[in-house]
Protein backbone atom coordinates (compact mmCIF):
# COMPACT_ATOMS: atom_id res chain seq x y z
CA UNK A 1 0.00 0.00 0.00
CA UNK A 2 3.05 2.93 0.67
CA UNK A 3 4.28 1.72 -2.88
CA UNK A 4 1.20 2.87 -4.66
CA UNK A 5 0.73 6.08 -2.67
CA UNK A 6 4.08 6.99 -3.31
CA UNK A 7 3.81 6.05 -7.18
CA UNK A 8 0.75 7.85 -6.92
CA UNK A 9 2.59 11.47 -5.32
CA UNK A 10 5.24 10.78 -7.92
CA UNK A 11 2.53 10.80 -10.76
CA UNK A 12 0.89 13.54 -9.02
CA UNK A 13 3.85 15.55 -8.41
CA UNK A 14 5.18 14.64 -12.02
CA UNK A 15 1.95 15.92 -14.16
CA UNK A 16 0.60 18.64 -11.55
CA UNK A 17 0.79 22.37 -12.89
CA UNK A 18 -0.27 23.37 -9.50
CA UNK A 19 1.16 24.62 -6.60
CA UNK A 20 4.23 25.79 -4.92
CA UNK A 21 5.23 24.23 -1.71
CA UNK A 22 4.24 26.17 1.61
CA UNK A 23 5.37 27.09 5.00
CA UNK A 24 2.94 27.03 7.87
CA UNK A 25 5.39 28.94 9.43
CA UNK A 26 5.69 31.54 6.20
CA UNK A 27 6.71 34.41 8.87
CA UNK A 28 10.15 32.65 9.63
CA UNK A 29 10.96 32.54 5.76
CA UNK A 30 10.45 35.92 4.99
CA UNK A 31 12.13 36.14 1.72
CA UNK A 32 10.14 33.46 0.29
CA UNK A 33 6.91 34.94 1.47
CA UNK A 34 7.77 38.57 0.01
CA UNK A 35 10.79 39.73 -1.64
CA UNK A 36 10.08 43.09 0.05
CA UNK A 37 11.25 41.93 3.79
CA UNK A 38 14.60 41.75 2.81
CA UNK A 39 16.68 44.07 5.01
CA UNK A 40 13.94 44.84 7.61
CA UNK A 41 16.01 42.99 10.23
CA UNK A 42 18.77 44.91 11.69
CA UNK A 43 21.81 43.92 10.29
CA UNK A 44 22.63 40.64 8.93
CA UNK A 45 19.81 37.22 8.82
CA UNK A 46 20.56 34.43 8.07
CA UNK A 47 17.50 31.66 7.73
CA UNK A 48 16.96 28.15 7.30
CA UNK A 49 13.89 26.25 6.53
CA UNK A 50 12.83 23.09 6.77
CA UNK A 51 9.50 21.27 6.25
CA UNK A 52 8.44 17.51 6.33
CA UNK A 53 4.81 17.20 4.16
CA UNK A 54 3.08 13.95 4.78
CA UNK A 55 6.11 11.68 6.57
CA UNK A 56 4.26 8.75 6.71
CA UNK A 57 4.35 8.19 3.24
CA UNK A 58 7.16 6.51 1.52
CA UNK A 59 8.80 9.76 -0.49
CA UNK A 60 6.27 12.71 0.14
CA UNK A 61 7.30 16.04 0.35
CA UNK A 62 10.29 17.84 1.63
CA UNK A 63 11.18 21.13 1.17
CA UNK A 64 14.24 23.36 2.19
CA UNK A 65 14.95 26.87 2.14
CA UNK A 66 17.93 28.94 3.00
CA UNK A 67 17.70 32.92 2.72
CA UNK A 68 20.66 35.62 3.79
CA UNK A 69 19.70 39.09 3.51
CA UNK A 70 20.98 42.58 4.67
CA UNK A 71 19.85 46.16 5.74
CA UNK A 72 22.10 48.62 3.53
CA UNK A 73 21.17 51.01 5.53
CA UNK A 74 22.69 54.09 4.13
CA UNK A 75 20.92 53.52 0.74
CA UNK A 76 17.73 52.55 2.51
CA UNK A 77 17.75 49.64 1.13
CA UNK A 78 17.75 45.61 1.62
CA UNK A 79 19.66 42.76 -0.23
CA UNK A 80 19.27 38.59 -0.05
CA UNK A 81 19.64 35.52 -1.47
CA UNK A 82 17.08 32.31 -1.22
CA UNK A 83 17.89 29.19 -2.22
CA UNK A 84 14.74 26.93 -1.93
CA UNK A 85 14.41 23.18 -2.53
CA UNK A 86 11.89 20.98 -2.65
CA UNK A 87 11.72 16.80 -3.73
CA UNK A 88 8.45 15.00 -4.03
CA UNK A 89 8.06 11.77 -5.07
CA UNK A 90 9.60 8.21 -5.03
CA UNK A 91 11.43 9.56 -8.03
CA UNK A 92 12.70 12.47 -6.29
CA UNK A 93 11.08 14.89 -8.47
CA UNK A 94 13.36 17.82 -7.36
CA UNK A 95 13.07 21.71 -7.97
CA UNK A 96 15.73 24.22 -7.01
CA UNK A 97 15.12 28.03 -7.46
CA UNK A 98 18.26 30.40 -6.67
CA UNK A 99 16.97 33.67 -5.86
CA UNK A 100 18.40 37.50 -5.75
CA UNK A 101 16.46 39.45 -3.45
CA UNK A 102 16.49 43.57 -3.62
CA UNK A 103 14.19 46.27 -1.66
CA UNK A 104 13.69 50.07 -0.96
CA UNK A 105 12.65 51.50 2.12
CA UNK A 106 10.42 54.92 1.84
CA UNK A 107 10.03 56.84 4.95
CA UNK A 108 6.59 57.62 5.52
CA UNK A 109 5.17 59.94 7.86
CA UNK A 110 4.32 58.29 11.96
CA UNK A 111 7.41 55.69 11.25
CA UNK A 112 5.52 54.01 8.99
CA UNK A 113 7.80 52.45 6.45
CA UNK A 114 6.54 51.38 2.74
CA UNK A 115 8.74 48.94 0.77
CA UNK A 116 8.92 47.57 -2.61
CA UNK A 117 10.93 44.33 -3.55
CA UNK A 118 11.72 42.41 -6.73
CA UNK A 119 13.47 38.49 -7.07
CA UNK A 120 15.27 38.14 -10.00
CA UNK A 121 15.84 33.38 -9.79
CA UNK A 122 17.22 30.83 -11.54
CA UNK A 123 15.38 26.95 -11.42
CA UNK A 124 16.07 23.84 -12.45
CA UNK A 125 13.53 20.93 -12.01
CA UNK A 126 14.66 17.19 -12.67
CA UNK A 127 13.43 13.76 -11.83
CA UNK A 128 15.14 10.49 -11.50
CA UNK A 129 14.72 8.58 -14.27
CA UNK A 130 16.06 5.58 -12.34
CA UNK A 131 13.23 5.36 -10.31
CA UNK A 132 10.39 5.65 -12.79
CA UNK A 133 8.85 2.07 -13.79
CA UNK A 134 6.65 1.85 -17.14
CA UNK A 135 4.01 -0.29 -17.96
CA UNK A 136 6.26 -2.65 -20.21
CA UNK A 137 8.36 -3.56 -17.62
CA UNK A 138 5.66 -4.69 -15.28
CA UNK A 139 7.26 -7.96 -16.05
CA UNK A 140 6.80 -10.14 -13.00
CA UNK A 141 8.01 -13.15 -14.37
CA UNK A 142 11.66 -11.51 -14.64
CA UNK A 143 14.33 -10.09 -12.23
CA UNK A 144 13.01 -6.42 -12.61
CA UNK A 145 15.29 -5.32 -15.24
CA UNK A 146 13.71 -5.14 -18.14
CA UNK A 147 14.34 -2.20 -20.44
CA UNK A 148 11.47 -0.07 -21.30
CA UNK A 149 10.62 0.90 -25.00
CA UNK A 150 8.35 3.35 -23.96
CA UNK A 151 9.67 6.71 -26.36
CA UNK A 152 8.24 9.20 -23.79
CA UNK A 153 11.44 8.20 -21.59
CA UNK A 154 13.70 9.56 -24.30
CA UNK A 155 12.00 13.42 -24.35
CA UNK A 156 12.22 13.32 -20.47
CA UNK A 157 14.96 16.31 -19.39
CA UNK A 158 15.79 18.73 -17.10
CA UNK A 159 14.15 22.05 -17.09
CA UNK A 160 15.81 25.65 -16.42
CA UNK A 161 13.98 28.73 -16.36
CA UNK A 162 14.40 32.31 -14.98
CA UNK A 163 11.71 33.11 -12.17
CA UNK A 164 10.47 36.52 -11.62
CA UNK A 165 8.37 37.97 -8.67
CA UNK A 166 7.63 41.18 -6.67
CA UNK A 167 6.19 42.98 -4.27
CA UNK A 168 5.36 45.49 -1.61
CA UNK A 169 4.70 45.89 2.37
CA UNK A 170 3.62 48.62 4.60
CA UNK A 171 4.57 48.40 8.10
CA UNK A 172 5.06 50.38 11.57
CA UNK A 173 5.65 49.06 15.18
CA UNK A 174 2.94 47.01 15.53
CA UNK A 175 1.33 46.61 12.44
CA UNK A 176 2.05 45.47 8.71
CA UNK A 177 0.36 44.00 5.46
CA UNK A 178 1.66 43.24 2.04
CA UNK A 179 1.06 42.03 -1.21
CA UNK A 180 3.62 39.64 -3.67
CA UNK A 181 3.15 37.82 -6.59
CA UNK A 182 5.64 34.91 -7.90
CA UNK A 183 6.21 33.73 -11.22
CA UNK A 184 5.21 36.95 -12.85
CA UNK A 185 6.75 35.78 -16.17
CA UNK A 186 5.43 32.40 -16.22
CA UNK A 187 8.31 30.09 -16.88
CA UNK A 188 7.81 26.68 -18.50
CA UNK A 189 9.18 23.86 -16.29
CA UNK A 190 8.25 20.79 -18.15
CA UNK A 191 10.04 17.79 -18.21
CA UNK A 192 9.21 16.85 -21.32
CA UNK A 193 8.59 18.18 -24.55
CA UNK A 194 5.61 20.35 -24.08
CA UNK A 195 4.15 23.77 -22.29
CA UNK A 196 3.55 23.15 -18.74
CA UNK A 197 3.82 26.98 -17.57
CA UNK A 198 4.28 27.69 -13.98
CA UNK A 199 0.77 29.64 -12.87
CA UNK A 200 1.48 33.70 -11.03
CA UNK A 201 1.18 33.19 -7.41
CA UNK A 202 -0.43 36.13 -5.24
CA UNK A 203 -0.18 36.33 -2.14
CA UNK A 204 -1.83 38.74 0.24
CA UNK A 205 -0.75 39.29 4.48
CA UNK A 206 -1.39 41.34 7.02
CA UNK A 207 -1.31 41.30 10.84
CA UNK A 208 -1.07 43.27 13.85
CA UNK A 209 0.39 42.84 17.61
CA UNK A 210 -1.85 44.28 20.83
CA UNK A 211 0.13 44.57 24.01
CA UNK A 212 -1.49 43.20 26.62
CA UNK A 213 0.03 45.44 29.36
CA UNK A 214 -0.70 49.29 28.77
CA UNK A 215 0.28 50.77 32.39
CA UNK A 216 2.69 53.33 33.43
CA UNK A 217 5.68 51.33 34.43
CA UNK A 218 8.12 49.98 32.19
CA UNK A 219 8.30 46.16 31.74
CA UNK A 220 11.62 44.67 30.65
CA UNK A 221 8.98 41.68 29.24
CA UNK A 222 5.20 42.90 27.90
CA UNK A 223 2.76 39.48 26.51
CA UNK A 224 0.85 40.30 23.70
CA UNK A 225 -1.37 38.52 21.22
CA UNK A 226 -0.84 39.06 17.01
CA UNK A 227 -4.13 38.00 14.82
CA UNK A 228 -2.92 37.98 11.30
CA UNK A 229 -3.77 35.96 8.12
CA UNK A 230 -2.63 34.94 4.46
CA UNK A 231 -4.53 34.68 1.22
CA UNK A 232 -2.77 32.97 -1.73
CA UNK A 233 -4.07 31.99 -5.31
CA UNK A 234 -2.19 30.68 -7.55
CA UNK A 235 -4.05 28.92 -11.40
CA UNK A 236 -7.33 27.46 -10.07
CA UNK A 237 -6.74 27.01 -6.12
CA UNK A 238 -6.62 29.22 -3.07
CA UNK A 239 -6.33 29.18 0.10
CA UNK A 240 -6.75 31.77 3.26
CA UNK A 241 -4.97 31.25 6.44
CA UNK A 242 -5.84 32.52 9.70
CA UNK A 243 -4.47 32.44 13.11
CA UNK A 244 -3.12 34.15 16.48
CA UNK A 245 0.06 33.68 18.29
CA UNK A 246 0.57 34.51 22.03
CA UNK A 247 3.70 36.04 23.16
CA UNK A 248 5.44 36.19 26.49
CA UNK A 249 9.26 36.83 25.64
CA UNK A 250 11.21 34.94 24.88
CA UNK A 251 8.36 32.33 23.99
CA UNK A 252 6.07 32.06 21.27
CA UNK A 253 2.93 29.98 21.03
CA UNK A 254 0.56 29.30 17.58
CA UNK A 255 -2.59 28.39 16.74
CA UNK A 256 -3.66 28.73 13.05
CA UNK A 257 -5.97 27.10 10.36
CA UNK A 258 -4.99 26.41 7.32
CA UNK A 259 -7.04 26.31 3.99
CA UNK A 260 -9.99 28.05 3.93
CA UNK A 261 -11.36 27.58 0.43
CA UNK A 262 -12.23 31.55 -0.34
CA UNK A 263 -13.18 30.07 -4.00
CA UNK A 264 -15.09 26.79 -3.36
CA UNK A 265 -12.94 25.81 -6.22
CA UNK A 266 -10.13 23.70 -4.14
CA UNK A 267 -12.38 20.44 -3.07
CA UNK A 268 -9.71 18.30 -4.50
CA UNK A 269 -6.72 19.83 -3.11
CA UNK A 270 -5.72 17.24 -0.12
CA UNK A 271 -2.83 19.40 0.87
CA UNK A 272 -5.03 21.79 2.29
CA UNK A 273 -6.88 21.80 5.64
CA UNK A 274 -4.91 21.67 8.38
CA UNK A 275 -4.73 23.18 12.00
CA UNK A 276 -1.25 23.95 12.97
CA UNK A 277 0.38 24.60 15.86
CA UNK A 278 3.85 26.54 16.33
CA UNK A 279 6.01 26.88 19.29
CA UNK A 280 8.83 29.32 19.32
CA UNK A 281 11.77 31.04 21.53
CA UNK A 282 13.78 33.67 20.87
CA UNK A 283 17.08 34.30 22.53
CA UNK A 284 19.17 37.11 22.27
CA UNK A 285 20.74 36.84 18.78
CA UNK A 286 18.78 33.43 17.87
CA UNK A 287 15.50 32.12 17.46
CA UNK A 288 14.12 28.81 16.50
CA UNK A 289 10.29 27.61 15.99
CA UNK A 290 8.34 24.26 15.40
CA UNK A 291 5.12 23.18 14.05
CA UNK A 292 2.91 20.34 13.63
CA UNK A 293 0.25 20.32 11.04
CA UNK A 294 -2.54 18.28 12.13
CA UNK A 295 -4.41 17.15 8.72
CA UNK A 296 -7.98 17.40 8.65
CA UNK A 297 -8.67 16.95 5.20
CA UNK A 298 -9.45 13.74 3.50
CA UNK A 299 -6.61 12.50 3.43
CA UNK A 300 -6.40 11.87 7.42
CA UNK A 301 -4.01 11.14 10.35
CA UNK A 302 -2.94 8.06 7.70
CA UNK A 303 -0.04 11.27 6.12
CA UNK A 304 1.37 12.30 9.43
CA UNK A 305 1.02 15.59 9.05
CA UNK A 306 3.77 17.99 8.54
CA UNK A 307 6.80 18.82 10.83
CA UNK A 308 8.64 21.89 10.14
CA UNK A 309 11.15 24.19 11.88
CA UNK A 310 12.71 27.21 11.05
CA UNK A 311 16.10 28.63 12.83
CA UNK A 312 17.37 32.39 12.57
CA UNK A 313 20.53 34.08 13.32
CA UNK A 314 21.21 37.99 12.96
CA UNK A 315 23.26 40.37 14.12
CA UNK A 316 23.67 43.47 13.68
CA UNK A 317 26.10 45.64 11.19
CA UNK A 318 29.03 47.50 12.47
CA UNK A 319 30.33 51.15 11.59
CA UNK A 320 33.69 52.49 13.03
CA UNK A 321 33.63 49.77 15.66
CA UNK A 322 30.56 50.46 16.85
CA UNK A 323 27.30 48.89 16.62
CA UNK A 324 24.40 50.83 14.83
CA UNK A 325 21.73 51.96 17.29
CA UNK A 326 18.34 49.91 16.90
CA UNK A 327 16.05 52.30 17.18
CA UNK A 328 17.47 54.00 14.12
CA UNK A 329 15.43 51.14 12.59
CA UNK A 330 11.68 50.74 12.40
CA UNK A 331 11.39 47.22 13.28
CA UNK A 332 9.91 44.92 10.89
CA UNK A 333 6.76 42.75 11.92
CA UNK A 334 8.38 39.29 13.92
CA UNK A 335 6.44 37.56 16.30
CA UNK A 336 9.02 37.22 18.93
CA UNK A 337 10.53 41.01 19.18
Not at 158 to 164: C, I, P, S, T, V
Not at 207 to 232: C, D, E, W
Amino acid sequence: MRKVLAIILTLVAFQSKGQDPQFSQYYAAPLYLNPAFAGTSVGHRFILNYRNQWPNLNNGFVTYAFSYDYNLDHLKSGIGALVTVDKAGSANLTSTNFNFVYSYKVQLANKWVFTPGLSFGYANRSIDFDKLVFGDQLDFDSDGQVPTTDQSVNSLGNANYFDFGAGFLLYSKNFWAGVSTAHINQPNRSLLDEESEVPMKTSVHAGFRIPLYHGLMKRARVSSIAPSFIYKTQGEFDQLDVGLHFLYEPVMIGLWYRGIPVQQNVSDNISQDAVVIILGMQLKDFEIGYSYDFTVSELGTISGGAHEVSLQYRFEAMSGGKAKKPDKYIPCPTFTK
